[in-house]
């Protein structure tokens, strides 16, 4: 059934059809219309949940984790200040092996006060051991959210789908919804292998002693490393039921191209135009999306971009006081390569500024001239500054 929805009702309806038991979440722009919906399908009888209102966000997350170790699927969604607010327990549910699912609707962090859309608040918890994929549109949202509890429920780890304020969240785009039925069989029922019983009482995790600590935490590296191959075989599992594949990563028109432009999240669309572009006056440039952030897709990513000459980085956050994140590990994947391409870094769209099309031709045109001159002239450039601004007092 294909219907025109936003994207923030797409992942309320993903969490539906996933039949979801406990929704426990804190309002905040410009998530608030995802637990919306969700509240409207608690309280009309399309779906079978316990709704519980609570005071913040850190609340909300402390909620499904004493949900989900009893043994019941649970969903919660934030954005911004609310995932920070989240982010010391995020740990907890990480480290606890709890299958838990938040949609984060990206949005820049203060300060200054911004609610537009920037990827900085995921990227601020990306080593809290919690699986992050990124969405290009409104289909991949309900897509990733459904198999979001799949992937969670397999490898024991939180997961986080992340997708675009504003540019997704409350745009409308033609989405087709599975069927119930259809849902049910790729996703059976949940029985979490260590769910607590009141009737037996017993702590979850060992004290974090120097004796026990290393190796919990080396398990959690291990299934975080393992989990890519997961990831990858649900994609293919809901591929072959419902004929849409969402793998690790998105090669387009790539395979001959001498300069790659990489980027996450929304942001694809437009360059994929670009790259349509370019391809019409014969110039080999291709496109590598990331759909898998974390675990980092290292090889992944060494070999699909290892053939092109230069590779631009586009992305909508930066680490202060060194690069954008997405470059970072990309150029640790590089670290021991026989063979690597010239990386170029392109910081772009923070708090909502929109990413042009002669932006993206910028970068584009960078990375073509260091193709062609074997030599990167400045690595980490800032697209669309006001000159005028910079160098102000703050």
């Known amino acids: 059934m294909k219907k025109f929805i936003t994207g923030n009702d797409a992942a309320a ?30 309280a009309n009888g399309e779906l079978d949940a316990e709704y519980m209102k609570v005071e913040s966000e850190h609340s909300a997350l402390s909620a499904c984790i004493g949900a989900a170790a009893t043994g019941v ?7 911004s200040q609310g995932l920070m607010l989240m982010s010391e327990i995020m740990f907890v549910a990480s480290g606890l092996r709890l299958p838990i699912v938040m949609t ?6 203060s300060a200054p006060l911004n609610i537009w859309c920037d990827q900085q608040d995921s990227i601020a918890v990306r080593d809290s051991g919690w699986i992050q994929l990124y969405c290009e549109n409104n289909q991949e949202i309900i897509d990733s959210t459904i198999q979001a509890f799949r992937i969670a429920e397999e490898t024991l780890l939180p997961v986080m789908v992340c997708f675009d304020g504003y540019i997704l969240s409350h745009t409308t785009e ?7 039925d259809e849902v049910d069989k790729f996703l059976p029922p949940y029985k979490y292998p260590y769910s607590l019983d009141p009737e037996h009482p017993v702590t979850i995790g060992a004290v974090g002693v120097p004796d026990f600590y290393e190796e919990f935490r080396y398990m959690l590296q291990k299934a975080m490393l393992e989990s890519r191959g997961k990831i990858l075989e649900v994609g293919q599992a809901f591929n072959k039921q419902f004929g849409r594949e969402h793998g690790l990563i998105e090669c387009y028109r790539s395979d001959d191209a001498e300069v790659l432009l990489l980027t996450m999240g929304s942001l694809s669309g437009s360059v994929k135009e670009v790259v349509d572009e370019y391809r019409g006056h014969g110039e080999r440039v291709g496109l590598v999306k990331v759909r898998t952030f974390r675990p980092f ?25 060194s690069t954008g994140a997405l470059f970072s590990d990309l150029s640790g994947a590089f670290a021991n390569a026989k063979k690597s391409p010239l990386l170029l870094n392109f910081i772009c769209g923070l708090g909502g500024r929109d990413v ?15 193709a062609k001159t074997g030599e990167v002239k400045e690595a980490v450039r800032w697209l669309g500054l006001r000159e005028t601004m910079v160098g102000l007092r703050p």
């Open 297 to 321: 897709l290292a090889k992944e990513l060494a070999e699909a971009l290892s053939n092109a000459k230069a590779v631009a980085v586009l992305e909508k956050n930066f680490s202060p006081g």
């Open 104 to 109: 984060n609707v990206n949005r820049s962090l």
């Open 174 to 180: 033609p989405v087709d919804i599975p069927e119930q």
């Open 356 to 370: 042009s099309v002669i932006q993206i031709r910028e970068a584009a045109k960078a990375a073509m001239e260091a």
């Open 73 to 79: 699927r649970t969903f919660t969604a934030t954005s």
């Open 13 to 42: 309806i993903g969490a539906k059809l996933a039949r979801v038991k406990v929704i426990s979440a804190y309002p905040i722009t410009p998530q608030t219309t995802i637990v919306e919906k969700l509240s409207e399908f608690v």
